[in-house]
């Protein structure tokens, strides 16, 4: 199983990026999916999660109203569109997958995902 991540870049404050995450090696539209995203230094930290079906999702505090998380299970492609960025969104973003369907217990936790994106970096500037 592959997680293949891209998007990344640079980009202004205020301005927007769309991440995307391609799953190869598995049934996509049978797993949640998540974003995650780590500053050098620091935890990694969730982003958003996304339900196999798309009918429910999940983020941050951080996230929330300016994140848009998605999926194409025709495509096996999770997507990460970011709006409204500051300098605290630079990070390395990560997906990342469960080894099961479902994620067993705190889907904010790191260690409850078995599968991981490369990560890509994305710099804000101000």
């Known amino acids: 199983v592959q997680l293949q991540a891209s998007g990344g870049g640079l980009v202004q404050t205020g301005g927007s990026r769309l991440l995307s995450c391609t799953v190869f090696?598995?049934?996509?539209?049978?797993?949640?999916m998540a974003w995650f995203r780590q500053v050098q230094g620091k935890e990694r930290e969730f982003v958003a999660g996304i339900s196999w079906e798309a009918t429910a999702t999940w983020y941050s505090s951080t996230a929330e109203g300016r994140f848009t998380v998605s999926r194409d299970n025709a495509r096996d492609t999770v997507y990460l569109q970011m709006t409204s960025v500051t300098t605290e969104d630079t990070a390395i973003y990560s997906c990342?997958?469960?080894?099961?369907?479902?994620?067993?217990?705190?889907?904010?936790?790191?260690?409850?995902?078995?599968?991981w994106g490369q990560g890509t970096q994305v710099t804000v500037s101000s």
């Open positions: 990342a997958s469960p080894e099961e369907s479902y994620v067993a217990g705190d889907f904010r936790r790191p260690g409850a995902y078995y599968y």
């Open positions: 090696g598995r049934d996509f539209s049978d797993h949640f």
